[in-house]
């Protein structure tokens, strides 16, 4: 059964019932050092060669290690066996976050691999969008609900795109979520607001560049959320 995500009831009683926040793409030490320093609940690496946030296993792992307190997360799009193996054997992550287009048995499967669970992506632009969470409960320990990419693009996350937030107000998953997509220092609290998010995950709104990460922007967001 599902382990569910580490904002379960317990978690928000310790914490005070905040917002969790997940600091993703993250591939230099600094930038992790100061998600970490931040109060960031989980550090996000994406291994997956297309996107210029683009780390190895092992540089995963290297980075991985300063998480302190917080979770680190492998951040995977339609990872082959080989490939889960290698991140498993270099970086032993807390959690996979499948960003493909993974079944659910796949997603099953992939939790082997990590040490606390599975989160599945979904990219949402509309209500029907919504609907595909119903065919992972029980096999995922939690959602990442992000912009729907367009057709042409080259990869299915990480573009900054805001989307109607609102959409996911009242949604039952099923299990945890976290809202994607869009999220900066000035629009995060919106967005929590509109969609009655537990959580956050932010890439591209912490980065003077694609795959850049910006420490006080890093440290902006972190007091946005936190409301400080």
């Given at each position: 059964m599902p382990t569910g995500l580490a904002w379960s009831p317990a978690w928000l009683t310790s914490r005070a019932m905040t917002v969790a926040i997940k600091i993703c793409g993250l591939n230099d030490a600094a930038a992790v050092d100061a998600a970490v320093a931040g109060g960031a609940d989980y550090l996000g690496f994406v291994i997956f060669p297309k996107s210029p946030r683009h780390v190895?296993?092992?540089?995963?792992?290297?980075?991985?290690?300063?998480?302190?307190?917080?979770?680190?997360?492998?951040?995977?799009?339609?990872?082959?066996?080989?490939?889960?193996?290698?991140?498993?054997?270099?970086?032993?992550?807390?959690?996979?976050?499948?960003?493909?287009?993974?079944?659910?048995?796949?997603?099953?499967?992939?939790?082997?691999?990590?040490?606390?669970?599975?989160?599945k992506a979904l990219g949402v632009s509309t209500n029907a969008d919504l609907t595909q969470a119903a065919a992972y409960r029980g096999s995922v320990d939690g959602f990442v609900f992000d912009a729907k990419p367009p057709k042409s693009a080259d990869r299915p996350g990480g573009l900054g795109e805001a989307w109607d937030y609102g959409l996911l107000n009242g949604f039952d998953a099923g299990a945890p979520w976290l809202l994607a997509g869009g999220l900066t220092p000035e629009t995060v609290r919106h967005a929590v607001t509109q969609s009655g998010a537990k959580g956050v995950d932010v890439v591209s709104g912490v980065e003077s560049s694609p795959g850049v990460k910006h420490i006080p922007k890093i440290k902006a967001f972190i007091a946005a959320v936190r409301g400080g």
């Open positions: 190895s296993p092992a540089e995963a792992g290297a980075l991985a290690r300063r998480k302190g307190t917080a979770k680190s997360v492998a951040v995977l799009v339609d990872p082959t066996e080989p490939q889960l193996g290698a991140v498993l054997r270099d970086m032993k992550p807390d959690y996979i976050q499948l960003h493909g287009g993974e079944s659910p048995a796949r997603c099953l499967d992939a939790r082997h691999y990590a040490d606390l669970g599975v989160w």
